[in-house]
């Protein structure tokens, strides 16, 4: 029964925020009457709320319930204040703080109006990592068998793994060079907690009158080690 409940959730995970009664069946692969059913409960409690126009959104319950992840929520009240500086440092470009999800990014928030195709996912939206410079940031620092994994489900190996190797020895990621299918260019810099691991990563997304990606690689990078250092900071309670 819960995973029938999970699956009806899952179904809004990606650009479609609003889905009907058969797009949320189809996606679940349940019965109508199934998927009708769990609906009903879901909105009963708050996980889901109908629009106006009569399709199913996610519900102001669940988003609530969500938003208190401890660890994305200190990882975004950390680092709010550095991605406001970073947005008007850079001519109000669109910043994004992102984290490594299995295989996709989750966007954790963003800052700025998108005014570039493929950059306008909502918070919590999900995209494959390679198509950021966020993700390739991530991808970069996740370790061996998380990367190799990922080319291999991608069939990328060829050019992406090169591509990683120098985000990892350059310390940020311009990733005009490898967008990928439906990909967004941006200039991205890793955030580190208390250990020294790669939790994060920031982003600016350059608009059409913003500088070019690789003019914000400095500003963002700079952005990224001040992030890691008061994130260290809170987490070792100083």
């Given amino acids: 029964m819960a995973s029938r409940v999970l699956s009806v959730l899952d179904a809004f995970a990606g650009e ?4 009907t009664l058969t797009d949320i069946s189809r996606r679940t692969g ?3 009457a199934t998927t009708h059913r ?3 409960e879901l909105l009963s409690w708050g996980a889901l709320e109908r629009h106006r126009n009569g399709r199913y959104e996610i519900g102001l319950h669940l988003w609530a319930v969500a938003a208190m992840a401890p660890r994305w ?5 950390v680092a709010m204040p550095f991605l406001l500086g970073l947005y008007r440092k850079t001519g ?3 910043v994004r703080l992102a984290v490594l999800d299995g295989m996709e990014t989750v966007l954790v928030e963003r800052i700025g109006a998108p005014d570039t195709g493929g950059a306008g996912e909502p918070v919590g939206g999900r995209r494959p990592a390679h198509t950021t410079g966020d993700g390739l940031v991530l991808l970069a620092y996740a370790g061996s068998t998380v990367r190799e994994r990922y080319l291999v ?3 990328l190996a060829t050019g992406l793994r090169h591509v990683l190797a120098e985000v990892e020895g350059a ?3 311009v990733n005009g060079r490898w967008p990928g299918p439906g990909g967004t260019v941006s200039a991205a810099a890793p955030v580190r ?3 020294g691991g790669v939790v994060a990563a920031v982003s600016v997304v350059p608009g059409t009158s913003g500088a070019g990606e690789c003019a914000l690689a400095p500003v963002v990078m700079a952005t990224g080690r001040t992030i890691s250092h008061a994130l260290s900071r809170r987490q070792n309670g100083a």
């Fill in 30 to 32: 349940m019965p109508l």
């Fill in 171 to 173: 310390g940020f990621a």
């Fill in 153 to 155: 489900h991608h069939a």
């Fill in 193 to 195: 907690d208390a250990t």
């Fill in 73 to 77: 929520l200190e990882l975004r009240d």
């Fill in 16 to 19: 479609r925020r609003r889905l």
């Fill in 92 to 94: 109000r470009q669109q």
């Fill in 38 to 40: 769990l609906v009903g």
